[in-house]
């Protein structure tokens, strides 16, 4: 069964999300529609493509996923189609595919629906619905596009190396308050070479050993792992890091290694 993916903006109070609905199912009635999440902080593109790039590949090759986010109509903006390790995205070429993507995607095209003028405002229900519905069938992307070359370049802050230390930076607090900071795995290990280490962050707090899963420490207890995401996490057993521990997006963190 074709699958069409939805990673939106337009939360669950107004009635935005079920017109996105609608319109895909009126063109495709047996699609599989799964919401990847309608609770992207509004016009965020950098949270949205921290959530897709960490869901899109446990679905199936062939998945379609439809980006709605800051996605409302602007002369300026290109509408694309682009093919990923054997995935399609619909969505507005502002930056999102540029942080998502590792490598230069196989296929790249600027859509060229005709826009239906009822929906100029609302990109959603009409030009990306028509292309994913369009892809999720098994047509092309060269039926539904001109090829292009570049993408819109959105960069993310990186940590900074210093020796033996790695300077962070808070870039995700999930629904459980659990602290992202955007220092991987690979860039921890390849600074800290089986070296201890003490990770420094707001009010003079620190951890020094790295858990396998929340539950290693004591309930209320802090502690800090490579969760899912294959990204260094600050959290608290049951507890709500962000709050307790006064992080937020943005915030520095500071790696220091120890010979």
Not at 21 to 40: A, F, Q, Y
Not at 121 to 149: N, Q, V, Y
Not at 244 to 252: E, T
Request: charged share 20%.
């Amino acid at each position: 069964m074709a699958v069409i993916t939805l990673t939106t903006d337009l939360g669950y109070k107004d009635f935005y999300q079920a017109a996105l609905k609608g319109s895909i199912l009126t063109i495709m009635p047996e699609v599989n529609i799964v919401d990847i999440t309608h609770n992207i902080s509004a016009f965020n593109i950098p949270q949205a493509a921290f959530v897709l790039k960490n869901a899109f590949h446990y679905f199936p090759k062939g998945t379609v996923h439809l980006i709605g986010v800051n996605s409302v109509y602007n002369e300026n903006t290109r509408y694309l189609a682009v093919k990923y390790r054997g995935h399609y995205f619909v969505g507005s070429d502002n930056g999102i595919f540029s942080l998502m993507f590792e490598e230069r995607p196989s296929e790249i095209v600027e859509l060229n629906i005709m826009q239906d003028l009822k929906f100029l405002h609302f990109p959603l229900t009409d030009i990306f619905t028509k292309a994913s519905c369009h892809l999720a069938a098994g047509g092309s992307t060269r039926e539904i596009g001109i090829p292009i070359a570049e993408l819109e370049e959105k960069v993310n802050l990186q940590p900074v190396i210093e020796k033996d230390i790695i300077k962070g930076s808070v870039i995700y607090i999930d629904s459980f308050q659990n602290v992202i900071t955007n220092i991987s795995k690979d860039l921890f290990s390849q600074v800290q070479r089986n070296r201890p280490f003490t990770l420094n962050f707001k009010r003079n707090e620190t951890l020094s050993h790295l858990s396998w899963h929340y539950n290693e420490v004591p309930e209320g207890e802090k502690l800090c792992l490579f969760g899912i995401s294959n990204y260094l996490e600050i959290a608290i057993n049951k507890g709500n890091a962000s709050g307790l521990l006064g992080l937020h997006l943005g915030d520095i963190v500071r790696v220091e290694f120890h010979s």
